[in-house]
């Protein structure tokens, strides 16, 4: 049982860095992200938005939507957690 | 694990030196987000930790916010964030497009380089963190809460 | 940017998370696993995510830490042998 999920696992991370090798590598100014992307963000995001930060830029302004849906994960996480582990309290 | 740790040097260097500086810490994160790295996130990551830290070293008694207050908190930061959004489409925006907040501005800026969109961005941010303080507290105080017992719940 | 450094902090990673893995006592792989997040926030420093990286190392070696070990805490049976 060991032996097989250890084959297993090696077999996952072989896949893995087989299917790595064809991304682009890290810091490619090739690659397409850093081509149409990166350069509107660098440009437009201290005049359009206003905040020298252009991480906070895209997550508070550009990609609004999503941080909105990250916090609510979180939060329903939370809750979730909340209310399994006050299931056993003191009920009136 | 919450009652209050006998050790005076703990609760001397925990009331004195550590809380202080991590909460004074979180909000140069939180405010700085704009400039630097930092922001909500890991700005209520920080808050959390001063929370749980107040916890393990002083108590149950000289907590900073009760577990009502976190979830409160909790709840609120969703809401910071979610009324920030719904804000300006009161004044002609749509959903979270921060240029239309109702804030006095001319050609978008408030004063200096600051811009209405910032402030928005702020606004959301400030409803992050808060989020994140409240659920990662709340979530602390549930599972060391001594209210709870193993034996009823099964 | 500097592959040695990379390549050490790849095989530390690496190394502690086998070691979480592996350890018998609970809270040691609770420690094995804030070490694992920390050498993970180290290798998101390098690669010049500093926010990423800063989230890491409150969540993954800070908080989860304290949540994992208040778990551990609550729980009566030990890990199986």
Redesign the interface.
């Known amino acids: 049982m060991r032996v097989l999920s250890v084959i297993a696992m090696l077999g996952f991370a072989g896949l893995v860095v087989y299917a790595t090798s064809a991304l682009p590598l890290r810091g490619d100014p090739d690659a397409p992200a850093h081509r149409y992307l990166s350069p509107y963000y660098v440009e437009r995001s201290a005049s359009e938005v206003g905040t020298p930060n252009i991480v906070t830029a895209v997550l508070g302004d550009y990609r609004s939507y999503d941080t909105l849906g990250e916090t609510a994960v979180i939060f329903t996480a939370g809750v979730a957690l909340l209310m399994v582990l006050g299931r056993g309290r003191k009920r009136d | 694990m919450t009652d209050p740790h006998g050790s005076i040097i703990v609760n001397f260097i925990a009331r004195i030196m550590m809380i202080p500086f991590i909460i004074l810490y979180a909000f140069y994160v939180l405010v700085h987000g704009e400039a630097g790295p930092g922001g909500g996130f890991q700005a209520g990551a920080v808050l959390a930790a001063a929370v749980i830290l107040s916890r393990l070293a002083l108590g149950r008694e000289q907590r900073i916010v009760s577990t009502g207050g976190l979830v409160i908190l909790a709840v609120a930061g969703l809401l910071v964030y979610a009324l920030t959004g719904v804000a300006p489409m009161f004044f002609g925006g749509e959903y979270l497009d921060y240029g239309r907040l109702p804030i006095p501005a001319t050609d978008g800026i408030v004063f200096g380089r600051v811009t209405v969109r910032s402030i928005g961005v702020f606004a959301i941010e400030l409803g992050v963190a808060m989020g994140v303080m409240g659920v990662l507290g709340a979530m602390f105080d549930y599972l060391t809460g001594a209210e709870w017992s193993g034996s009823d719940a099964g | 940017m500097i592959w040695e450094i990379e390549l050490t902090l790849f095989f530390l990673l690496v190394l502690t998370a086998v070691v979480a893995l592996e350890t018998r006592d609970l809270l040691a792989a609770v420690v094995a696993l804030g070490v694992f997040s920390v050498f993970t926030a180290l290798l998101l420093a390098v690669?010049g995510a500093?926010?990423v990286a800063?989230?890491e190392v409150?969540?993954g070696a800070?908080?989860t830490g304290?949540?994992l070990?208040?778990?551990i805490?609550?729980m009566?049976r030990r890990s199986v042998d």
């Open positions: 690669m500093v926010d800063f989230t409150v969540l800070g908080v304290v949540l070990v208040a778990g805490a609550r009566d």
